[in-house]
């Protein structure tokens, strides 16, 4: 399915229910409440990416996901704020409609549902590869995960730098301290 499509038909919609709004009330009314439902919009999104974005790293990190509602109420409060950041009176409408309570409970079933099928393709292309190992000439008898802890130990290998690990050499350095050099200064006889 193209987006640019449904992209455009958007635009167009929104402009058209501009003018049309604009027809019984003021267009000015219209267009400064755009800005206030902008700054609005940019409030939500900014404080609910701020609890969010942690625990989305951890959850890519770990490859669990949490049944956690604090973290999948953030999730519709920030598709709220990015639709207030759309100027257009239909995105400001659907924005209020995400931040009813029965249709956040929707998105957050949609959206954790999109999660779980992200990661369980990204565990069978992790096992597609390990599976591909094993028919190329691997024995049934090998710990299905040998290959896979290969193939990452081959891919980091001498590569891998941690941020927390200062690779270096010690060696022990001398000093060179000049020496003054001592002259008799005894009279000859």
Do not use: C
Request: charged share 15%.
């Amino acid at each position: 399915m193209k987006i640019l499509p449904i992209i455009l038909i958007a635009i167009v919609a929104e402009i058209a229910v501009w003018i049309g709004v604009a027809q019984f009330i003021s267009g000015w009314h219209v267009f400064f409440s755009f800005f206030i439902t902008f700054f609005i919009g940019m409030k939500m999104l900014r404080s609910s990416t701020a609890v969010l974005m942690p625990q989305l790293q951890q959850m890519q990190m770990t490859g669990q996901m949490g049944g956690d509602s604090a973290v999948s109420g953030k999730i519709t409060t920030a598709m709220a704020g990015f639709l207030l950041m759309i100027p257009g009176l239909i995105s400001d409408v659907l924005a209020l409609l995400i931040l009813i309570p029965p249709v956040q409970k929707l998105f957050r079933n949609l959206f954790m549902q999109a999660m779980a099928k992200r990661q369980q393709a990204m565990m069978e292309k992790m096992m597609g590869g390990m599976m591909g190992g094993m028919n190329a000439g691997g024995s049934a008898d090998q710990n299905p995960f040998a290959d896979l802890m290969r193939q990452m130990q081959n891919q980091n290998g001498a590569n891998y730098q941690d941020s927390n690990v200062i690779d270096g050499e010690a060696r022990e350095v001398e000093p060179d301290y000049k020496k003054i050099e001592f002259k008799d200064v005894t009279p000859k006889k």
